[in-house]
């Protein structure tokens, strides 16, 4: 199905931001949450004196002088607010806007309340409200369906099942890559990231559909657990390494790659030298691993900062591999429209 780039776009830098904004959890959270309960009750007050639509506005002019990593986390208080007043009809007042953090929290907010019987509801919500760009929403059911369950393995499985059973789903992004990073991040609970001792938990207990996106989610979940707020070369040389030992299948090897492009951007604070050099530690000697990971890095920063801006973590590539890496700085290929890899690469 073909889609229009712009649509694509929303979708993607939506993705993709919801895994850097995990690199911006901090010290200061407690007074952030201290600030969320306060935000939403009074948004709570503001949906039931002029409507969730109207609130909604108000709402988006009053953050638009925070920070993204603010403006997504206080979406949640709304959306959050906005559920308890109106309920699963208002979930078409929600958007794309500060990174689908309202739709997020009131997904979340309306598994918990209803349970798994209301998800099939909610996607086609999310379908009708977002068309050909449901999976943002989708992603925000997975969270809701993973905190709903529990974090132990048994509700991580009963999670991907109910999410595989959803249409229009993806195999990387959408409900797997939301169920992923709430089983790995607990942001729907009490923001301790997952400890194991086992590098590859959970995705060497799996196969099939859920594989790629478990993945793909990995690269997150080590920095988070391993190394909490490093952006050295050294940690992502370490965390390439596990991307090698984990598998030796090359599609998959290639979504490892990929998923540590996702996560170079934020920690280069979108400085496409930085992220190319991450990239470059990671790969080590592999410039095709480095490929893969470069090009998810200038689709970040391409969608965050600019395309040109973007297009400068290929800086240096040989022609071909050049013109692959600039088509995901652009968004012409992407978390949806993956290219093939470069047929002459060196």
């Not at 603010?70 to 208002?90: M, N």
Request: charge should be negative.
């Amino acid at each position: 199905m073909q889609r229009t780039i712009a649509v694509i776009a929303l979708l993607v830098v939506g993705i993709l931001i919801a895994i850097g904004l995990d690199l911006l959890r901090a010290p200061s959270l407690p007074a952030i949450d201290s600030r969320a309960s306060q935000e939403e009750a009074h948004w709570r007050e503001r949906v039931h004196a002029i409507g969730g639509k109207a609130a909604y506005e108000e709402f988006a002019s009053a953050v638009a002088g925070d920070t993204a990593d603010l403006r997504h986390r206080y979406a949640h208080d709304f959306g959050g607010a906005l559920f308890e007043e109106e309920g699963i009809p208002a979930l078409s007042v929600c958007d794309a806007q500060f990174s689908y953090g309202c739709f997020h929290e009131f997904l979340g907010r309306a598994i918990a309340h209803n349970g798994l019987a209301v998800v099939n509801q909610l996607n086609q919500e999310c379908i009708r409200a977002l068309g050909v760009n449901a999976l943002s929403c989708q992603h925000g059911i997975g969270h809701g369906i993973l905190s709903y369950l529990g974090y132990d393995t048994s509700a991580l499985n009963r999670s991907l099942t109910t999410c595989e059973d959803l249409p229009s789903n993806d195999p990387i992004g959408g409900c797997f890559a939301g169920v992923f990073m709430e089983y790995n991040l607990r942001t729907m609970a009490d923001g301790v990231v997952r400890s194991d001792q086992d590098v590859f938990s959970p995705c060497d207990t799996l196969s099939g559909p859920y594989l790629p996106s478990c993945i793909f989610s990995e690269p997150q979940w080590w920095h988070q657990s391993r190394f909490p707020g490093v952006a050295s070369e050294e940690a992502f040389a370490t965390m390439g390494g596990y991307c090698r030992q984990m598998t030796n299948d090359p599609r998959l090897l290639r979504t490892c790659f990929e998923g540590m492009g996702a996560i170079a951007a934020p920690n280069a604070k979108n400085v496409p030298e930085k992220a190319a050099a991450l990239c470059d530690a990671a790969a080590s000697s592999s410039a095709l691993q480095s490929l893969f990971c470069k090009s998810y890095a200038a689709t970040a920063i391409g969608l965050d900062e600019n395309t040109t801006v973007g297009i400068r973590v290929c800086s240096g590539l040989s022609k071909d591999a050049y013109a692959y890496c600039k088509a995901y700085a652009q968004n012409h290929a992407n978390i949806l429209h993956v290219l093939d890899e470069p047929k002459n690469f060196q």
